[in-house]
């Protein structure tokens, strides 16, 4: 019989974090599900009554420095960063603060959050980080690239941390999920998202000299991306083709990453 682990999921509101949350605790484990806001919050207590699952539920902002101090005096056994934000757009015209608006949820706030959890395993000499990435931090994903970027640095942050880790020898251990397309609701936000830089596009004035990527009209008011080339086509194959740590996709399937 698995011994009960404390387990802290980010990103529990919603998706993969929300049913993780309910599966793991209906194992056995002590679940502490955080979410993004209040509302969130009080939603997933309401399933909680519901479903007769105890859940310990609070608002976790991983952006703020105040809500990531929650953690400090939790003795984790398990941190499961599963929060993130998508964007979309074409990097030739998309504006640069949404991306790094992106990498800071995806990023740099998983890894501070990260690094106060790591601070109590390494003292107790045992734990687990996992890390959610996406097949999106295998593959590049065209228009899809703000959030596939952040995906390719988390993933890279993950190898380089559990080599880091395992030189301490003190029995923590890091893990990396790169899940296929599920649906959840974020891919389809997530890719609708690239309509509003097209429409910012298309409203903005056309610099001199630049051609500007803009949306072929399809049907009946339905847009669809630009045409891509054979060089862009080149660049986007896949810069891992044995991608071994990718979970394999399961569930309805809807042609994009995580």
């Given at each position: 019989m698995v011994a009960s682990r404390t387990i802290l999921i980010t990103g529990a509101g919603?998706?993969?974090?929300?049913?993780?949350?309910?599966v793991l605790a209906a194992r056995g484990h002590r679940v502490i599900a955080t979410t993004l806001s209040e509302d969130q919050a009080d939603a997933l207590r309401a399933e909680c009554r519901t479903r007769g699952q105890a859940l310990e539920v609070f608002k976790l902002d991983i952006t703020s420095p105040g809500d990531r101090e929650q953690l400090r005096p939790l003795a984790l056994d398990v941190l499961i960063n599963n929060a993130a934000i998508g964007d979309s757009g074409s990097l030739a015209e998309v504006d640069?603060?949404?991306?790094?608006?992106?990498?800071?949820?995806?990023?740099?706030?998983?890894?501070?959050?990260?690094?106060?959890?790591?601070?109590?395993?390494?003292?107790?000499?045992?734990?687990?980080?996992?890390?959610?990435?996406?097949i999106a931090g295998r593959v590049p994903m065209p228009f899809l690239m703000p959030y596939s970027m952040t995906k390719f640095a988390l993933s890279a942050a993950a190898a380089g941390l559990r080599a880091e880790v395992d030189q301490l020898r003190r029995n923590v251990q890091v893990a990396l999920i790169e899940p296929g397309a599920f649906r959840t609701g974020f891919n389809q936000a997530m890719a609708a998202r690239k309509y509003e830089w097209m429409a910012l596009s298309m409203r903005s004035r056309t610099h001199p000299g630049r051609t500007t990527l803009r949306s072929r009209t399809v049907g009946r008011g339905r847009r669809a991306p630009?045409?891509?080339?054979?060089?862009?086509?080149?660049?986007?194959?896949?810069?891992?083709?044995?991608?071994?740590?990718?979970?394999?996709?399961r569930g309805r399937r809807n042609g994009l990453p995580r």
């Open positions: 919603t998706g993969i974090g929300r049913d993780a949350a309910f640069v603060a949404r991306i790094r608006a992106t990498f800071e949820v995806n990023v740099f706030a998983t890894l501070e959050l990260t690094q106060l959890a790591l601070a109590g395993m390494i003292e107790r000499q045992r734990g687990t980080v996992l890390f959610v990435s996406s630009p045409r891509l080339g054979p060089s862009t086509l080149f660049t986007c194959r896949p810069f891992h083709p044995t991608a071994s740590f990718c979970a394999p996709a």
